[in-house]
Each structure stands twice: as C-alpha cells, then as structure tokens.
Nanobody, 129 residues
Framework: VQLQASGGGLVQPGGSLRLSCAAS????????IAWFRQAPGKEREGVSC????????YYADSVKGRFTISRDNAKNTVYLQMNSLKPEDTADYYC???????????????????????WGQGTLVTVSS
C-alpha cells in the first residue's frame, strides 16, 4: 500500500500548480482522501478533503476558491489543483488516506491528521518571486 505524491515546485505568486497523489496496492474509491501541508516551524494543517462515502469535498478557509481537489478513479489518483498561489502557501504537501466507513464521516474526523492510515512522502511547493 503506497501513496506517491508529486507535482511540487517553485512558482511565482499568482501562479498555478497541480499536485498528484497516485495510489498503489489499494483502490482509492474506497478511501477518504485529504491533502495536508506543513510549513517550516508550523504544525501540519488540513488543506482539502475528498469524502468518497459522502461524495463531497471540503476546503480550508485559507484555500477556498483557489484550490480544487479531484479524483480520477480510472487512474487511481487524486489531484490538488492550486491556483492564485500565495507565498503563504509555501509548504510540504502530503496526501493521506483512510478506509471509508459505511456512513458519511464526521467532518472533524476528515480534518484530523491522526484519522489517516496512509501517507504520501510529501512534495514541496515554494511560492516566491
């Protein structure tokens, strides 16, 4: 079971990047997925969640309207499209997954890093001019 994150890099403020998270060894459609990020000297924070059981997506206020999470079940991959990037978006970005339950998850569970069993290795996003 593995998550492989990619797509990070250096981008100017206002630019865009698309992060990918490819799953192997399990079917992402049966999992709740999230992107977290951690900036130097700061705690890990949730950026966006995709609930397979609820069929819904969720965003942190800081990225709402700028970031979009999506799934491609055929490719077993989750994406995070990031537009209008700001210097404060600079961080290591991690994708994470946990097995979905029989019913819709509690929102707080989706946003809690400790809920997730599987983590990608992180991909660095640097927003700077």
């Amino acid at each position: 079971v593995q998550l492989q994150a990619s797509g990070g890099g250096l981008v100017q403020p206002g630019g865009s990047l698309r992060l990918s998270c490819a799953a192997s060894g399990f079917i992402l459609d049966f999992y709740e997925i999230a992107w977290f990020r951690q900036a130097p000297g700061k705690e890990r924070e949730g950026v966006s969640c995709s609930s397979s059981s609820a069929g819904s997506t969720y965003y942190a206020d800081s990225v709402k309207g700028r970031f979009t999470i999506s799934r491609d079940n055929a490719k077993n991959t989750v994406y995070l499209q990031m537009n209008s990037l700001k210097p404060e978006d600079t961080a290591d970005y991690y994708c994470a997954a946990y097995t979905r339950g029989p019913s819709m998850p509690i929102l707080s569970t989706l946003w809690r890093a400790s809920s997730y069993d599987y983590w990608g290795q992180g991909t660095l996003v640097t927003v700077s001019s």
